[in-house]
């Protein structure tokens, strides 16, 4: 074997090229061990590449890990899944809906412990943090009459409301002592200091007849003439019969404070006062549709589906659609009819087809 010269012009360490030790001249891929000095250098120097890698790219890697968590506004608190509602229709039941023109509400579930399921309207509560509740009139005509016709003792039988212009119409048959006689009850609607809806009493009729003396003919107070159970939803001071927003809206059961009371043009609005919480920025573009709603928190069920710290984004299926439709008495069937999809690093995106839509579809299947 020719003998190697060690004065001869070495090769540069390029690729595939042998590398200086220091020592002796190694080509690549050849083992050996290394002293102390060498493996601290090399660390450090590995150290120092990871650095600098981090440096360049990494804090960018960081931040889009990051991104899903501050994109999703303040976390709720644990057991709660916080909702931003704009233009949804939320159908209760089916002669009761509610629409959320712009509202920032909190689900909270009575055991934290479980996943919430929108379906089991018993198992949390709706507390509204900020903004605004249009009920239509049959709406408002129907929770007033069945929250008279579930109190124990009835006030009235044969309850039946109607909307008129700014105020309330409302007829039964109250008794008085033996006797059982028709009523009516009519004036505007108003909102006290508490809050409280106000239906302040301007015309009673009883059996056909205008009654001017109203105090003399409620002797004992209004409360006591209607037998107003003490401590319940409905109330009355003077001539007015207070109504708690609270009690008058079907489960799942509701708290916030209203601040504003409109009614009129066959409605009746409701403002809810408090400081909302910021809006996901990713809900803040110029491309975001007229209506949606955004739930994010603890887990939930949405359909045959458990989310694990839910990030849920709904919209109409119709992408023209003036508002969203929600209901939860078919909720399952929408979402089986509608499509979801994951989007935005786990985000679940829902597309649901509204109540007039689900029974086209039904007709045509029929």
């Known amino acids: 074997m020719e003998k190697r010269r060690t004065d001869a012009p070495q090769p540069s360490a390029g690729a595939g090229s042998p590398k200086q030790t220091g020592q002796a001249w190694v080509p ?13 250098l090399s660390l450090g120097t590995r150290i120092g590449m990871a650095a600098a890698f981090l440096k360049a790219a990494g804090s960018r890697f960081v931040e889009e890990l990051a991104q899903p968590q501050r994109s999703r506004g303040d976390v709720p608190p644990p057991g709660t899944v916080r909702i931003w509602a704009r233009e949804t229709t939320f159908h209760l039941e089916p ?38 509740i249009r009920l ?13 016709d579930k109190l124990e003792p009835k006030p009235l039988d044969e309850v039946s409301v109607q909307v008129e212009g700014r105020g309330l119409r409302l007829t039964g048959a109250v008794r008085l002592g033996p006797l059982r006689a028709p009523v009516l009850l009519a004036g505007p609607l108003d909102l006290d200091p508490d809050g409280r809806i106000a239906f302040v ?30 401590g319940g939803p409905v109330s009355a001071e003077g001539q007015r019969i207070l109504l708690d927003p609270a009690g008058i809206v079907p489960s799942p ?7 504003g009371l409109e009614l009129g043009d066959g409605e009746m609005v409701l403002t809810y006062a408090g400081e909302a919480p910021p809006l996901p920025p990713s809900l803040a573009g110029d491309d975001t549709p007229a209506a949606w709603l955004h739930a994010l928190g603890h ?38 009819a509608g499509r979801s999809r994951v989007v935005r690093r786990g985000e679940l995106l829902v597309n649901l087809p509204g109540l007039d839509e689900l029974a086209e579809a039904e007709t045509r299947q029929h």
């Not at 009673?204 to 409360?223: C, I, K, P, Q, W």
Request: with cysteine.
């Open 28 to 40: 690549w891929g050849t083992s050996r061990c290394m002293s102390p000095s060498e493996r601290s």
């Open 95 to 132: 002669h009761v809906a509610l629409h959320l023109e712009d509202l920032v509400a909190d689900l909270v579930a009575h055991d934290a412990s479980r996943a919430l399921r929108p379906g089991d309207r018993d198992s949390y509560m709706f507390r509204i943090l900020s903004g605004r």
């Open 136 to 148: 239509a009139a049959p709406t408002v005509e129907c929770l007033v009459a069945r929250m008279l």
């Open 201 to 230: 009493i301007r015309r009673l009729e009883v059996s056909g007849l205008r009654v001017g003396g109203l105090f003399d003919l409620l002797s004992g107070g209004l409360d006591r003439w209607l037998r107003l159970p003490p």
């Open 253 to 259: 059961r509701s708290e916030g404070r209203v601040c």
């Open 299 to 336: 887990d939930m069920h949405v359909g045959r589906m458990q989310m694990h710290d839910t990030h849920c984004h709904v919209v109409p299926l119709a992408p023209d659609a003036a508002w969203l439709d929600l209901s939860l008495d078919v909720l399952d069937e929408q979402l089986q």
